[in-house]
T-cell receptor, first 112, second 115 residues
Framework: GQQLNQSPQSMFIQEGEDVSMNCTSS?????WLWYKQDPGEGPVLLIA?????ELTSNGRLTAQFGITRKDSFLNISASIPSDVGIYFC????????????FGQGTRLTINP | KAGVTQTPRYLIKTRGQQVTLSCSPI?????VSWYQQTPGQGLQFLFE???????NKGNFPGRFSGRQFSNSRSEMNVSTLELGDSALYLC??????????????FGDGTRLSIL
């Protein structure tokens, strides 16, 4: 099935470091979303982006909707142990559909 | 405010059986979508429902079906189970209808294992 290209696939960082991950697509999306999934749980919405060029923050998280509407990035500043998990980007076409297309995920591991 | 509730959390079935999974959306949410999550394929869209009507369907065989009730609760059914159907099945709800752009909120899923 269709998927977004998310990178990196995994990251091993020290506590306190900043993190950056991104997603690209060959298709245009009207909405970009970022989710975090912990083991045994469903994805939790972190940030939703609705407008090309939009930059949105949620605490230590910052995400941007690319100008071309084909990409998005997520930054996490000053990482802490509870940031460990798998981060997914998702694109939504809209146009009469709620369907989300997901990236493969970025697994974040933090060394204390 | 209660989140999306999925039951059961875990299920073990054998090949050839059928299974029904249940999803109760967040109160007030009328749109429900289903996704399959596997290590190999990641998160894949199954179908979405709004006002008791299937609005979109992903690329899955006809063994996968679903429905939505008047109270927005939804069920999905998989018949003639195959080993490859082992996965985490996730339900997501959103306030608006198809194309509204309202973000989807996920439940914790049903872990289906096929023996």
């Amino acid at each position: 099935g269709q998927q977004l290209n998310q990178s990196p696939q995994s990251m091993f960082i020290q506590e306190g470091e900043d993190v950056s991950m991104n997603c690209t697509s060959s298709s245009i999306f009207n909405t970009w979303l970022w989710y975090k999934q912990d083991p045994g749980e469903g994805p939790v919405l972190l940030i939703a982006l609705y407008k090309a060029g939009e930059l949105t923050s949620n605490g230590r998280l910052t995400a941007q909707f690319g100008i071309t509407r084909k990409d998005s990035f997520l930054n996490i500043s000053a990482s802490i142990p509870s940031d460990v998990g798998i981060y997914f980007c998702a694109g939504q076409l809209g146009q009469g559909a709620q369907k989300l297309v997901f990236g493969q995920g970025t697994r974040l591991t933090i060394n204390p | 405010k209660a989140g999306v509730t999925q039951t059961p959390r875990y299920l073990i079935k054998t090949r050839g059986q059928q299974v029904t999974l249940s999803c109760s959306p967040i109160s007030g949410h009328r749109s429900v979508s289903w996704y399959q999550q596997t290590p190999g394929q990641g998160l894949q869209f199954l179908f979405e429902y709004f006002s008791e009507t299937q609005r979109n369907k992903g690329n899955f065989p006809g063994r996968f079906s679903g429905r939505q009730f008047s109270n927005s609760r939804s069920e999905m059914n998989v018949s003639t189970l195959e080993l490859g159907d082992s996965a985490l099945y996730l339900c997501a709800s959103s306030y608006g209808g198809p194309g509204s752009g309202q973000p989807q909120h996920f439940g914790d899923g049903t872990r289906l294992s096929i023996l």
